[in-house]
């Protein structure tokens, strides 16, 4: 049963001001086909990553923007999907960490 407060939550939400607060590295993946999530929405959700007013050495956290052509929003619908992003995944994390 959906309550009152979670459409009070929803209505009051700022995904652009709460993206603006992320001070970590990002890595956005999105599939031009998700009919959830539209492309435009993705790549907005990216460029507020880039910018946002953050201090100098916030700045060097970076963003990474993934493109998914025929995948879907929850990674179903082709069971290749689930372990190539997992790798995308864990190759990101791997850099990230190493150029600390």
Not at 50 to 63: H, I, M, N, Q
Not at 66 to 81: C, R
Not at 83 to 90: M, N, Q
Request: cysteine-free; overall charge negative.
């Amino acid at each position: 049963m959906i309550k009152q407060q979670m459409i009070d939550d929803l209505v009051n939400f700022d995904l652009p001001t709460l993206i603006q607060t992320i001070k970590k590295p990002m890595l956005v993946f999105h599939s031009p086909n998700d009919r959830t999530v539209n492309i435009e929405q993705a790549y907005r959700i990216e460029q507020l990553t880039r910018t946002a007013d953050f201090s100098v050495e916030s700045t060097k956290r970076g963003t990474s923007f993934i493109s998914l052509p025929g995948s879907d929003h929850l990674l179903i619908e082709n069971p290749a999907d689930i372990p190539y992003v997992s790798a995308l995944i864990h190759t990101w994390l791997h850099r990230l960490l190493m150029n600390r």
